[in-house]
């Protein structure tokens, strides 16, 4: 969340061209190109299977890239080789899966503090005050010495962002957060997002929550089969589709 | 002690049950020795047999094809042999082989017991590693390498926590049958409980009375550790994992 990122003066802190990636014989994103500003949120919907979550990993390099560029503020992803680079990519981007992913042997607390002090070397008592304030954020104040398998579902997602939050990265993921979750433990997790979202965190969200994508994004990418079939602001997306192929996702899922 | 003694002799005087090492101090100490000596066998073993275990299971992993296939070759060749075949190849094979130190051989029969036993123990303990190494569910390390941890890192802290709780009960079971396998050095002379309880009932002709001696002696060890596992199964449970 620093100031002066080189993405602060306009241009995009994500920038990806021409993105390919193939699993096998199976070509999954066939030339995805996208840019994101400081302080956007951007939501990337398009039926399962269409490679939004290897988009998504292939930004924070957890997949590496076939042909194509991504770059993350100063970081050329698609460069990046030696562990060294990476690591020092993931301290800039954090990522919120759908299956929250929590270390179950570590408490709430514990989740939320273990990367700043063993991977960003802070102090624990600075770190350990700054993970009190990230669950009172996430409105599980409280919680701090539960176990991940004594936290619903909501709740343990919740704490997934606290810890991602933890990190202060200039980018969050959030790959189908909500997905694994019922209707009501949802709605507490896409209120924590939006939060984050209205005090500028840069977003990119893998979504199948269309009103939600709706109200809180500043652009919106429809994918399907490896490509962006297309994209725009959401009052103009969702309320004037241009495409034959939108038109027909969109009736099927609302 | 004298009163524990003076009843056992009193034990033997009136029904012929004949339990010298309660009361003979020759046969006590023997059989003291041979009680502690297996105990220091089976903890050598133990701990041994653990870090090798830990260590080769890591290398099954590894990037690099030779060494993977080299850390195989190794838990196949111990697991797939009879253990007192191993125990009698270092013996007689390879102990002659070694250089003398001061015309006495360098390792004795202690020694190459504690060898083999490490070795075999290990082969196990690799195999029950690995299982829980690849138990760990995918999406945790992709957790841990997302939020900026090396490779060493998400071993040691995510993976191999979470391993060893799974592989607990099988660690367990590995344990018991380490302590029941240390009589098998009784076949190279270590002066361990079997090897030491054999003098003394073929002195003192008391083999069924020193048999039950030795059975309740194993059972004592075993549950020793069988107890220390289950405490340290329990404090290291956590909730909704692993059961």
Redesign the interface.
């Known amino acids: 969340m620093s100031d002066a990122g080189p993405g602060a003066a306009g241009a995009p802190i994500v920038r990806i061209v021409d993105l390919h990636k193939s699993f096998g014989a199976v070509e999954v994103l066939r030339g995805i190109s996208l840019a994101v500003n400081k302080g956007e949120a951007v939501c990337v919907i398009g039926p399962s299977g269409s490679g939004k979550s290897t988009l998504l990993r292939c930004i ?1 390099g ?1 997949i590496p890239v076939d042909r194509g560029e991504v770059y993350v503020g100063a970081h050329a992803v698609h460069t990046l080789h030696r ?1 060294q680079e990476m ?2 990519l ?2 800039d981007v ?2 919120v ?1 759908q ?1 929250y ?5 570590k408490t709430a607390l514990e989740n939320i503090m ?2 700043p002090i ?3 070397g802070q102090p624990r008592d600075e770190v350990e005050a700054r993970a009190h304030e990230l669950l009172k954020k996430v409105r599980l104040a409280g919680k701090e010495s539960s ?4 936290l619903s579902g909501g709740q343990q997602q919740r704490v997934a962002i606290a ?1 991602a939050l933890a ?1 202060r990265p200039s980018v969050m993921l959030f790959d189908e957060v909500t997905a694994a979750l019922d209707p009501e433990t949802r709605k507490e997790v896409l209120v924590t997002i939006r939060q984050l979202v209205d005090e500028g965190m840069t977003s990119i969200l893998v979504t199948h929550e269309m009103a939600f994508a709706r109200e809180i994004a500043h652009h919106i990418y429809f994918t399907d089969h490896g490509v962006i079939v297309e994209d725009g602001p959401p009052a103009e997306f969702f309320g004037n589709p241009r495409k034959e192929r939108t038109r027909a996702f969109l009736e099927q899922v609302s | 002690m004298i009163d524990i003694a003076a009843w056992f002799k009193w034990l033997h005087q009136t029904s012929g049950i004949k339990l010298t090492i309660f009361y003979d101090s020759y046969d006590r100490s023997r059989f003291l020795e041979g009680f502690g000596n297996t105990l220091k066998l089976s903890l050598y073993c133990l701990i041994l047999s653990l870090l090798l275990g830990a260590c080769t299971a890591w290398l099954c992993g590894s990037r690099q094809a030779a060494i993977r296939r080299a850390a195989n070759g190794f838990v196949q060749l111990f697991r797939n042999t009879p253990p007192l075949v191993q125990l009698y190849f270092f013996y007689f094979a390879v102990g002659p082989l070694l250089p003398k130190v001061d015309g006495m051989p360098l390792l004795g029969s202690m020694g190459w017991a504690i060898v083999s036993l490490t070795l075999l123990e290990a082969a196990f303990a690799a195999e029950i590693f690995r299982a829980g190494i690849e138990a760990v569910p995918k999406a945790m390390i992709e957790a841990a390498e997302s939020l900026g941890y090396s490779r060493a890192q998400v071993f040691r802290l995510v993976v191999l926590p979470l391993a060893l709780r799974v592989t607990m009960p099988a660690m367990t079971n590995n344990l018991v049958n380490l302590v029941k396998t240390t009589t098998l050095a009784y076949a190279i002379a270590v002066p361990e409980l079997l090897y030491m309880s054999a003098q003394i009932w073929s002195e003192q002709v008391n083999v069924p009375e020193m048999m039950v001696v030795l059975l309740i002696s194993y059972v004592a060890i075993v549950g020793i550790i069988n107890h220390g596992m289950q405490r340290l199964e329990t404090r290291l449970r956590v909730p909704g994992f692993g059961q």
């Open positions: 924070n957890l562990d690591i020092a993931r301290k954090s990522i899966f299956q992913n929590l270390f179950p042997h273990m990367a063993q991977v960003l176990y991940p398998g004594e810890r990190m």
